[in-house]
């Protein structure tokens, strides 16, 4: 069910893409950084609603990136965060944004790993959240593993939190998000080389090949249910943070399809908690 096609060498080359972007990623106008040092809350309005109220609470934050979000938790009050990304860049500047804004490592630490070594690399565990996605999963060839390794860092009464691209959007057409023209079910990687990032598609980049996977919600919901969370919720959305498609426009702070155009979600985020100890 969870098989995919492995290529030689994909954690590298991923790597090096990743590590290349985050200095763009960092002084372009996509992620707002300005803004962010200045008490913008990089955080969805939907994730703030279902995620609930994290004051006192410890988060850990998969993938997090230049950790923006995981940072935002940290200001909705979580007592403590942690942020792991495998770019070493990324996790240099998520700690210089922490130091920004007046957090040190004992309220928002972070860690450079691969998040399939978590359990070797993460301190402190487990959380009372675990938080991830966001663009993350499509990196990952084991989905299973992903989910036994999220699972494991779950305290009882804990649970974590997914907010990620639909993967319905990956089997539509770029132009106008309406036409299948992909497997939904493929077990192939996608490999691209595209130059330039999501954040500025003009950059100027060498390391352009990538490789990815897509994910069924079937999949990643059966591999959570496996470990034993109980899955609380699963919610879609017919919004998507960037430019998925021609068609899109931004309304409301999303890019959203236009007005009278049949809709299919564009994100999707579940809730999946394990029971408190007894």
């Given at each position: ?12 080359t ?51 990136h230049i ?33 920004k ?79 299948i ?8 990687p ?89």
């Amino acid at each position: 069910m969870y098989l995919r096609e492995i290529p030689e060498g994909w954690r590298e080359t991923n790597k090096s893409n990743w590590d290349e972007r985050v200095p763009i990623h960092m002084t372009g106008d996509f992620y707002e950084i300005d803004a962010f040092l200045a008490g913008k809350d990089p955080l969805r309005d939907f994730e703030v609603a279902e995620v609930g109220d994290v004051s006192g609470r410890s988060l850990l934050h998969l993938q997090c990136h230049i950790g923006l979000d995981t940072l935002g938790w940290a200001r909705h009050g979580a007592s403590r965060v942690v942020g792991l990304d495998f770019s070493e860049p990324a996790v240099e500047s998520a700690r210089a944004l922490a130091a920004k804004i007046g957090l040190g490592p004992e309220r928002a630490a972070f860690v450079a790993a691969d998040v399939y070594d978590a359990a070797a690399a993460v301190p402190e565990g487990p959380y009372d959240i675990v938080y991830t996605g966001v663009g993350a999963l499509s990196w990952l060839p084991d989905i299973k593993r992903w989910a036994e390794t999220a699972a494991s860092f779950v305290a009882p009464g804990g649970f974590l939190y997914l907010a990620e691209f639909h993967p319905i959007t990956d089997v539509l057409d770029d132009e106008t998000g309406s036409r299948i023209v992909h497997d939904y079910f493929a077990r192939e990687p996608w490999q691209e080389d595209e130059p330039g990032t999501y954040a500025d598609r003009s950059a100027e980049t060498v390391h352009n090949r990538t490789v990815e996977w897509q994910h069924p919600i079937g999949e990643v919901v059966s591999a959570l249910c496996a470990t034993g969370l109980r899955l609380e919720f699963l919610h879609e959305h017919d919004v998507s943070l960037f430019e998925r498609f021609d068609s899109l426009e931004k309304r409301d702070g999303y890019l959203r399809f236009p007005a009278g155009q049949p809709r299919v979600p564009l994100m999707y985020s579940l809730k999946a908690s394990r029971p408190a100890a007894s």
